[in-house]
Structures are given as structure tokens and as C-alpha cells.
């Protein structure tokens, strides 16, 4: 009778457990830090962002700050989908696995602007517009390029569409399709503007280029066009850091020191690049070149999220 009881009463608690176990879900110790930039790299201040639990019910929201950045505490383990918009640039949806016990990787959020002839044309077009963007960051690409096509034929003036197209045409593998796309962009900006200095368009047409060439682990062209693509724009070191991310992700350490240097060369005051070229060091066993990098990131980075990380790693290398 007794361990009927017994049986019965475990029956009786396990629902009970396992509604505590949901509602507890989305919560735990992490942290996270993120920077919101637009396509230039120049930080967005005032964006909206709404952080959603893809398999718990639990969302959080905020704004960035003057520096385009934004945190938030408290976060259990789980995969997350962060939604970022702000008036006259295109919505963006990321998501990510973190971790509910620890800091997790900062990241960096890219928005968009809507082409300005896009702003100024018809409320109809500004709507398909507006529909095609939310598709494509629903993963839709078929319909998306249906409607960006559409859109680029009524509108002969939006050429820059063509960056749009070719990047439908990159997530659907139609990698030679995309490739004429971006070229025919880049031949339109040509005539504009001959030498496409200053040319954010011709800029990430050739950033498409490299990433398609990078997908095929084409890796010689894609340096070639990535390279080309900062030439255009050579005021911004995220560029130049975003492909040395890519690189070190690879564990091409030397490609990627390279572009971490560069990035430091284009802007001396950014912090980021130095922390990551003492992981580049270390992983060259450069340990004196590691300290000198974390010193000019601590005493320069006070301000970064990253800087406790990079104060603990110069203490523990100093010591040895």
C-alpha cells in the first residue's frame, strides 16, 4: 500500500516538475553583448531590438546606445532569435545558440539602408520592397528574387536592386547567375563613378563577389575582391575585420593577421583588432607579441565589453 502511494504521488509530481523546469527555461547567468553597425560600419544609435527564445516562452527588448551597442543579463542556454529595425534601414533577424553560464561571444549585428530611390519611389514599390526584405530574412529566396526582380523591372532606376538579386541568387547556389549580377551593378557604378572610390554599392558588390568565391573555398579570389572591396571603402575597419574574422575562423591565422593589421591601419583608436591579433599571436606561440597587443587594447579599450577578458588574459600572460 505504501509504495502504491509512492508511485502515485511521483505520478501526481512530475507535471507539477516539469512546469517548473519550462518556466525557468530562457533564464540562467549568461550575459550577452552586441553592436548594431550598417553596412559602412558606422554604428547605428536608437535601433530597436527584440530578443525572442525560439523554444521557450520568453523575450526581452532594448535600444542601442549612443555607441550602438546593447546587452543583455540573465539568459539560460537555448537558441535565440534577435530582431533589429530602425526607420529607413532594412529589418534584420539573427539567430544564435548562447550559453546560460557565461559570457557569450559578442556579436555584430549589420542593418541595411533602404536605397534612397527605393525611399522616394511609389507606395507600392516602397511595399514590395518592404515584404522582399522580410522574406529574405525568413530564408524565402525563391519568392524573395521574384519580387526583387519585379521590382527592379518597374523601377529601371533602382540598379542597386542588382546587389539584392545577387545576394538571392548566393543563398539559392545560382553562384553564376549571382556573379552576373553583381558585375552588371558594378558596370552601372562604373560609369557614375569610374575609380568607385567612396562607392558603398560597388563596395559590397565586390564583398558579395568574395563571398561567393569564399563559399567555393575559392580563397585566393576571394582575398582578391574582399581586398577590393575595402579598397572602395578604406575609412572602414570593419571591413577589413569582418574578413579576418572569417579567416581565423578557418584557423588561416597568418590571412588573418593580415587583415587585423589592416583593420589597426585603418583605424589605430579601435580596440577589437588588438585583442584579436593577441589570439593570433598566441596561436603562433608569439607570446611577447601577445602582452604588447593586449597592453595597447587595455589601455585603449576601457570602454569595450571585451575588456575584462583581455585585463584576466594579460595578468595570466605576465605571469609567466
Not at 519550462?22 to 535601433?47: F, I, M, P, W, Y
Not at 542593418?111 to 522580410?134: C, G, M, V, W
Not at 603562433?284 to 584576466?312: H, M, T
Request: charged share 25%.
Amino acid at each position: 500500500m505504501k509504495k502504491t502511494l509512492l508511485i502515485l504521488l511521483a505520478g501526481l509530481l512530475l507535471p507539477s516538475s516539469t512546469a517548473l523546469i519550462q518556466a525557468q527555461e530562457g533564464r540562467g547567468s549568461g550575459h550577452l553583448t552586441c553592436t548594431v553597425v550598417d553596412e559602412t560600419g558606422k554604428t547605428v544609435e536608437g535601433a530597436s531590438i527584440l530578443l525572442n527564445y525560439i523554444n521557450a516562452n520568453r523575450s526581452l527588448q532594448t535600444t542601442t546606445n549612443k555607441k550602438g551597442q546593447f546587452g543583455f543579463l540573465g539568459l539560460g542556454k537555448g537558441l535565440i532569435k534577435i530582431t533589429t529595425k530602425k526607420e529607413g534601414y532594412i529589418p534584420n533577424e539573427s539567430q544564435m545558440q548562447i550559453s546560460g553560464v557565461s559570457n557569450n561571444p559578442e556579436a555584430r549585428l549589420v542593418l541595411q539602408k533602404i536605397p534612397t530611390a527605393a525611399q522616394d519611389s511609389s507606395d507600392e514599390s516602397r511595399d514590395t520592397f518592404a515584404r522582399a526584405n522580410s522574406l529574405f530574412e525568413k530564408m524565402q529566396y525563391e519568392q524573395v528574387l521574384n519580387l526583387y526582380r519585379e521590382l527592379a523591372q518597374k523601377n529601371p532606376v533602382l540598379y542597386k536592386i542588382g546587389i539584392y538579386i545577387g545576394n538571392c541568387l548566393s543563398e539559392l547556389r545560382e553562384y553564376d547567375q549571382a556573379l552576373a549580377e553583381y558585375q552588371k551593378v558594378l558596370d552601372i557604378v562604373a560609369k557614375e563613378t569610374p575609380d568607385l572610390k567612396g562607392s558603398v554599392t560597388a563596395a559590397q558588390a565586390y564583398a558579395g563577389i568574395g563571398d561567393i568565391y569564399l563559399r567555393q573555398e575559392k580563397y585566393k579570389e576571394a582575398e582578391v575582391n574582399f581586398r577590393k572591396s575595402i579598397e572602395i571603402q578604406p575609412a572602414d575597419p570593419a571591413l577589413a575585420y569582418n574578413i579576418a574574422e572569417i579567416m581565423f575562423a578557418q584557423n588561416k591565422v597568418d590571412e588573418a593577421e593580415k587583415y587585423y593589421l589592416l583593420a589597426v591601419q585603418i583605424k589605430p583608436e579601435w580596440p577589437k583588432s588588438y585583442l584579436k591579433l593577441a589570439y593570433v599571436s598566441l596561436n603562433k606561440g608569439l607570446i611577447d607579441k601577445a602582452v604588447e597587443y593586449l597592453k595597447k587594447f587595455c589601455e585603449i579599450g576601457k570602454d569595450d565589453p571585451k575588456y575584462a577578458e583581455g585585463q584576466a588574459l594579460l595578468e595570466i600572460l605576465q605571469k609567466k
